[in-house]
C-alpha cells in the first residue's frame, strides 16, 4: 500500500530537549516537504527536498532542521524546541509538485 | 507572491444541499489549482485538481472550474452527505515547476442529518 508514514504520531516534550519526527515513503518520490498546520493559518511550508542531498526552506524554516540521505526518509529536526513550535506537523512527497499524498500528522506539544 | 483566499468558515448545511466553497488565487504566470480534504484524524487528500484555464477537476461528485478571468476555483458539488464534512483546502502551485504549493488557510465543513 502506497503510504507516507510519520513517527511519532504524539508527543508531549518539554522546552529545549532535541527531537527528531521521522518520515518515510514507499512510493519512490522525489519530491518530500514538511508543513506544519495551525488554526486559523492553514498550512506552511518549513522545509522541502528536490531530491536526496538536495533541501531548501519553505516559509517557516526558523528552528527546523532536515536532512535527505536517502530517497524514502525526510526526518524533521528540532534541536531546541520552543512552545511556538507546537503544532500538528505533516509529512507529504510526490511525483509531481502540486499532487502530494500526506502523511497522517504528528501533533507535537512543547511545554 | 503567490496567495490563495478562501471563504471562512466553518459551514454548517444539511444533508443533500448544495454546496459551494469559494477560492480565489493570486499568481503569476498559470498556476496549476487543487483542492485537498482532510477528514478528522487524518493527513490532507488530493481531491481534485485542474492544470489549465477552463478545466474542470471533478471527484467524489465534487466539482471545480479554473477561471482565469476572476481568478478563482471554487468548489460545489450538488448534493453532500454526511462522510462530506471535513475540511477543504484550496492550494496551488506555481507555473515554474519547481515552486512549493501555496495553501488556503482552510474551510471546515459540517453536514448535519
Known amino acids: 500500500e502506497a503510504q507516507v508514514t510519520q513517527n511519532p504520531r504524539y508527543l508531549i516534550t518539554v522546552t529545549g530537549k532535541k527531537l527528531t519526527v521521522t518520515c518515510s515513503q514507499n512510493m519512490n518520490h522525489e519530491y518530500m516537504s514538511w508543513y506544519r498546520q495551525d488554526p486559523g493559518l492553514g498550512l506552511r511550508q518549513i522545509y522541502y527536498?528536490?531530491?536526496?542531498?538536495?533541501?531548501d526552506k519553505g516559509d517557516v524554516p526558523e528552528g527546523y532542521k532536515v536532512s535527505r540521505k536517502e530517497k524514502r526518509n525526510f526526518p524533521l529536526i528540532l534541536e531546541s524546541p520552543s512552545p511556538n513550535q507546537t503544532s500538528l506537523y505533516f509529512c507529504?512527497?510526490?511525483?509531481?509538485?502540486?499532487?502530494?499524498?500526506f502523511g497522517e500528522g504528528s501533533r507535537l506539544t512543547v511545554l | 507572491g503567490n496567495s490563495v483566499t478562501q471563504m471562512e468558515g466553518p459551514v454548517t448545511l444539511s444533508e443533500e444541499a448544495f454546496l459551494t466553497i469559494n477560492c480565489t488565487y493570486t499568481a503569476t504566470g498559470y498556476p496549476s489549482l487543487f483542492w485537498y480534504v482532510q477528514y478528522p484524524g487524518e493527513g490532507l487528500q488530493l481531491l481534485l485538481k485542474?492544470?489549465?484555464?477552463?478545466d474542470k477537476g471533478s471527484n467524489k461528485g465534487f466539482e471545480a472550474t479554473y477561471r482565469k478571468e476572476t481568478t478563482s476555483f471554487h468548489l460545489e458539488k450538488g448534493s453532500v452527505q454526511v462522510s462530506d464534512s471535513a475540511v477543504y483546502f484550496c492550494?496551488?502551485?506555481?507555473?515554474?515547476?519547481?515552486?512549493?504549493?501555496?495553501f488556503g488557510t482552510g474551510t471546515r465543513l459540517t453536514i448535519i442529518p
Open positions: 507529504a512527497s510526490s511525483l509531481t509538485i502540486g499532487e502530494l499524498f
Open positions: 492550494a496551488l502551485s506555481g507555473s515554474q515547476g519547481n515552486e512549493k504549493l501555496t
Open positions: 527536498s528536490m531530491n536526496v542531498e538536495v533541501t
Open positions: 485542474a492544470t489549465k484555464a477552463d
